[in-house]
């Protein structure tokens, strides 16, 4: 028998219902090796007994390194997921957050989902696709900020993505009213396709430093409000209102009653007599 990596890769898959990871490749040939030399001990008796048999294993064992590197073994699962989707086959390998695992090919995905009589999938809406991609870029993040960058309210959005196990609560910030704060999950690297964060699509437009500009606008302003933001009257109001207290001109004042005194009347009647 020969040593075929990609073969015991594809037995591995087939038998692990979690996540294989290169960790797990590695340990199975390390206790691989561990029991051979546990086995060594009886390896003269054995050969006497079965003739040429042990002979093979030993060759076998010769075969297996004692040390796979990781490269070695990403190499043979990128192999073996491209002879996969050359051959149309119903498998795919799809690598996570936690390692490798078998899945079926979209287009058998419907079939399964049959069989198992579960409902079809439902898409994110846009607000909740937006929600999600500040959380993924600014993380962790409070819903204040989320909400700094959207401009409207993302509670709905924010409890969708938890239903989903997309988000979860990492903490609490260390601000005014120790706010949650949000993170994403493993579950949104595997929605994404994406091993780690770091393999998100860079965005001029999300980025950390971007978003934190944002966040700054919005909650510490750079300049301080003036009288026009506080309803106040601004100072050209201010001069306009005091040139119309300082003008003599009755054109625009409303006639105002004169009180006349004794004297003013007898004034008025003489100067009535004398006209007269």
Request: some cysteine.
């Amino acid at each position: 028998m020969e040593f075929n990596l990609k073969k015991i890769l594809k037995a591995l898959l087939l038998s692990s219902g979690d996540a294989l990871s290169t960790k797990d490749v590695q340990a199975v040939i390390t206790r691989f090796h561990a029991q051979s030399e546990e086995d060594e001990a009886d390896a003269d008796e054995a050969e006497e007994a079965s003739g040429d048999g042990q002979g093979v294993m030993r060759d076998l064992l010769a075969q297996v390194p004692s040390l796979l590197t990781t490269a070695q073994i990403r190499d043979a699962f990128a192999e073996i997921g491209q002879e996969l989707e050359d051959g149309n086959d119903v498998w795919r390998i799809v690598e996570g957050p936690n390692g490798y695992r078998l899945a079926v090919a979209p287009q058998y995905a419907d079939w399964v989902r049959l069989l198992r009589d579960e409902p079809r999938p439902r898409r994110l809406s846009a607000a909740a696709l937006e929600t999600l991609a500040v959380i993924a870029y600014r993380q962790p993040v409070t819903r204040s900020e989320i909400e700094a960058v959207r401009g409207v309210s993302s509670d709905s959005g924010v409890n969708r993505l938890i239903e989903k196990e997309l988000v979860h609560v990492v903490g609490r910030a260390d601000l005014p009213g120790r706010p949650l704060q949000y993170a994403t999950t493993d579950t949104f690297l595997e929605f994404c396709g994406i091993r780690s964060l770091e393999e998100l699509p860079a965005s001029d437009v999300l980025s950390p430093s971007q978003i934190t500009e944002w966040i700054r606008k919005a909650t510490m302003p750079d300049t301080a409000p003036d009288d026009a933001d506080m309803g106040l009257p601004t100072n050209g109001d201010e001069e306009a209102h005091i040139v119309a207290e300082d003008d003599d001109s009755d054109e625009d004042l409303p006639a105002q009653p004169v009180e006349r005194t004794g004297g003013d009347i007898g004034k008025a009647g003489d100067t009535a007599a004398g006209t007269a």
